[in-house]
């Protein structure tokens, strides 16, 4: 993106700039103070292609602010930039993938009245036999990390991190196979990535090993709390049921995942997300409850160790401590199913009927799915039906279900493209009772 045209409007010579080279003087002809400076210094190894170009895109993050621009350069060459006083976010693009940047790939500089040039600098490392990005979202603006390095033989390191140096850099170090792990996190943030705190690596000779860690830290004040977590698992479906605390009413979405137990996903994609919550009834509410069930359609295999974690998001970004479950024991969901069709009306919307009885009060709520032709919903047909999904936080019981109207749906346009309609009834267990019609005529 570059929309240089339009800064200059406002201020003649606002976005001059230069490349320099060593020995060049400061300052553009035609642009004048203040300057902010960019430079990206190869602190180890050498860049795969040599003909790389970086991109490095800077935007004025103050009020009235108009500076949105790309500029693409050698990395040997020295960004100069006349800019107003104000404060600048530069992102470092096109970095190499055996690369990384020390302090990551963004930088914050402030430009205040009276200076002549601020300088923002990029340290960067190419091929170093392991490299690992810790990203920190929300939180302390200081705090220290502790890594740990378990490697071949028993052999140790250990050291610390701070917030601003993203980048933990091991050279030199033999090829072999080593886990690291992260500690010292703080009690209000997340190690949200594969493994939770520990990571495998495979170093070899060759180097260029990477792992990457995401952190996410929320507000105390406004974080949500996960109060009950139950869930089932059978048929290829992983059902759920939630009850949660959130003290600003705020919540959009949740995040799930099938794992070995110890943060590593079993899913061929990663953990699911799904959004809005802020509708029907976990709308803005303090207390939400969730009933969902969703199709994953992953193998058994004997004797496999498998749990399910879960965070809840809110609009403010914070999340709940993410919780890891062993599945609920055995046994079946059976309540009395009083009355339930899904018909095609004048062929124009879809309407259903749904009674339950459960003199046991367990019976929490309907998660209500379509099955689709292939490649209704977009993406590459894979001979797999599609799957449409009602609310992602579910029904209470007695809920009124929304009609479909085909034509205004976005997707769904006939009749023709539904094949059946799937309902999950869930218990205060995560266990479900599976109901399907597909006689939609009927």
């Not at 943030?189 to 520990?198: A, H, K, Y």
């Not at 709308?283 to 994953?296: D, E, F, G, K, V």
Request: aromatic share 8%; with cysteine.
């Amino acid at each position: 993106m570059d929309r240089r045209v339009g800064a200059r409007v406002l201020v003649a010579g606002l976005v001059g700039f230069a490349a320099c080279k060593g020995g060049d003087s400061l300052g553009p002809s035609g642009a004048k103070p203040p300057y902010i400076a960019v430079v990206a210094k190869i602190e180890a190894g050498s860049l795969p292609d040599p003909n790389v170009k970086f991109n490095y895109r800077v935007i004025d993050l103050s009020a009235g602010g108009v500076l949105d621009t790309t500029i693409t350069l050698a990395p040997t060459d020295t960004l100069i930039l006349s800019v107003r006083p104000a404060t600048y976010e530069i992102t470092l693009e096109n970095l190499p993938a055996k690369c990384v940047s020390r302090y990551g790939k963004t930088d914050i500089v402030a430009v205040p009245e009276g200076t002549n040039t601020a300088i923002s600098r990029f340290f960067i490392t190419c091929n170093a036999p392991l490299a690992v990005s810790i990203f920190t979202q929300g939180g302390p603006d200081t705090f220290q990390f502790v890594w740990n390095l378990d490697g071949p033989g028993g052999s140790q390191q250990t050291g610390f991190v701070d917030r601003r140096e993203q980048v933990v850099i091991l050279n030199p170090l033999p090829p072999g196979d080593y886990i690291f792990s992260v500690y010292n996190v703080p009690v209000d943030c997340e190690v949200t990535s594969p493994g939770r705190r520990s990571q495998k690596a495979t170093v070899k000779a060759s180097g260029g090993s990477l792992l990457q860690f995401s952190i996410i830290c929320s507000q105390p004040a406004g974080r949500p709390e996960l109060k009950t977590f139950k869930w089932s698992y059978r048929d290829g479906v992983a059902a759920l049921y939630v009850e949660a605390h959130d003290p600003d009413a705020n919540l959009i979405g949740y995040i799930l995942d099938l794992t070995d137990c110890a943060g590593r996903s079993l899913l061929p994609n990663g953990a699911i997300e799904r959004g809005g919550l802020q509708s029907l009834h976990t709308s803005y509410s303090q207390n939400p409850t969730i009933a969902a069930a969703h199709q994953l359609d992953l193998s058994d295999v004997p004797g496999q160790t498998r749990c399910a974690t879960l965070r809840l998001v809110d609009d403010f970004g914070n999340v709940t401590p993410l919780a890891e479950r062993m599945p609920t024991p055995g046994g079946t969901f059976e309540p009395t199913v009083v009355r339930y069709n899904a018909l095609v009306v004048g062929g124009i919307r879809l309407t259903t009927v749904l009674e339950v009885e459960d003199p046991s009060s367990m019976y929490v709520g309907a998660y209500l799915t379509l099955r689709l032709r292939d490649g209704v919903l977009g993406g590459a047909p894979d001979g797999k039906p599609d799957i449409g999904v009602y609310s992602n936080q579910g029904f209470l019981p007695g809920s009124q279900i929304p009609d479909v109207n085909f034509g205004s749906n976005r997707a769904i346009r006939s009749p023709a493209d539904v094949q059946a309609q799937v309902v999950y009834l869930i218990d205060r267990q995560g266990r479900f009772r599976r109901l399907v019609d597909d006689d939609l005529l009927n």
